[in-house]
């Protein structure tokens, strides 16, 4: 049976009269890179500093590694990596030196530095100042400091914002493999459906503070209602027809009609009721909605485009 690396227990959290948290219930399975997908003021980052202790709830607990994070806070927090948003960086020393002033500080071996650096593929520019860093460089080095610790969960906010296609793409190729190489349970957030799709076997998506959806990506998939998509002579004739019988249709372009249906035996029978009633069918399909389109069903609100 798989264990839970992260709950959260009803995490409510309110900014003034604004409710940022509302009830949150979380559960990360250990091994799992689990998406938290939200538009921009869902309460992602909110959620992610309560995690992380920074910040206290109004109401809940978190459960990390199966202990209450209130109760144990720095025995749990010496198995988390963390990077919130850009690192805060020491320009005028090098990258290594920047992960040396770290390790002193959380007492880990020296040889945790060489690890992060190869992990994040900065070995070779180790010992270059971070001031001439790109921005994807600086983005590894911040995700370099998060494993120094050699930590069970990784816990990123929104890792690729702000890099180049290039930068996005390299950050999320490493973040894949932490899982399956390193042991490591990956929890982000990302305000980019396909950034979670590529990324994350999990998903939670989150819209005004509530938790809307949480599993893996193939109950998301589950969770979506395929649709007949129909071309007839007589689309008007068609669409009453199938709307007295109760079915669920609408008018699309170039006199396509869309009937919400499941499967192959509603496709059949649609197929034959209209075929009896002297219509012509020239196109019959079935479709599954795209993830895009289930985002926008749960939220009301279109995801944000892939700068890749
Ligand atoms: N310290 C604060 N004081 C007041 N309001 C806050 C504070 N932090 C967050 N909020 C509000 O709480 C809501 C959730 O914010 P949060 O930063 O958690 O969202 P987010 O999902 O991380 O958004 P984004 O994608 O823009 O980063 C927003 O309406 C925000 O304005
Ligand atoms: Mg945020």
Redesign the pocket.
């Known amino acids: 049976m798989n264990h839970t690396a992260l709950e959260t227990v009803g995490l409510t959290r309110s900014?003034?009269g604004?409710i940022?948290v509302n009830n949150i219930h979380l559960n990360v399975e250990a091994g799992s890179v689990f998406g938290f997908l939200?538009?921009?003021?869902?309460?992602?980052?909110?959620?992610i500093r309560i995690v992380l202790g920074l910040i206290k709830p109004d109401r809940g607990r978190v459960m990390l590694f199966g202990q209450d994070l209130s109760s144990h806070r720095l025995s749990i927090l010496g198995r988390v990596g963390a990077l919130v948003e850009t690192p805060s960086l020491y320009n005028h020393l090098t990258g290594f030196e920047n992960l040396e002033v770290t390790r002193r500080l959380l007492g880990c071996p020296k040889e945790n530095i060489e690890n992060a650096l190869e992990i994040v593929k900065l070995t070779e520019a180790a010992h270059r100042l971070v001031r001439e860093y790109s921005l994807g460089m600086r983005q590894r080095l911040g995700l370099a400091l998060a494993l120094l610790n050699r930590p069970e969960i990784l816990i990123l906010d929104?890792p690729t914002n702000g890099l180049d296609p290039a930068g996005i793409r390299e950050m999320r190729a490493l973040i894949k493999q932490l899982p399956a190489q390193f042991g490591i349970t990956v929890f982000l957030?990302s305000?980019l459906l396909s950034e979670v799709e590529q990324l994350a076997s999990h998903v939670g998506i989150i819209h005004q503070g509530t938790l809307l959806f949480q599993g893996s990506l193939n109950e998301l998939h589950a969770h979506q209602h395929e649709r007949l998509v129909l071309e007839v002579d007589r689309p008007a004739v068609a669409m009453e027809l199938l709307t007295q019988q109760g079915w669920h249709v609408q008018r699309e372009e170039n006199n396509r009609l869309t009937v919400s249906s499941q499967g192959r035996k509603d496709a059949a029978f649609i197929n034959s009721l209209l075929v009896r009633e002297g219509l012509k069918v020239f196109h019959l399909s079935r479709q599954q909605p795209s993830l895009e389109e289930t985002f926008f069903q749960l939220t009301g609100e279109p995801t944000a485009g892939d700068p890749t």
Do not use: Y
């Open positions: 900014f003034g604004l940022a939200g538009p921009n003021g869902a309460g992602k980052t909110t959620t929104e957030s305000h």
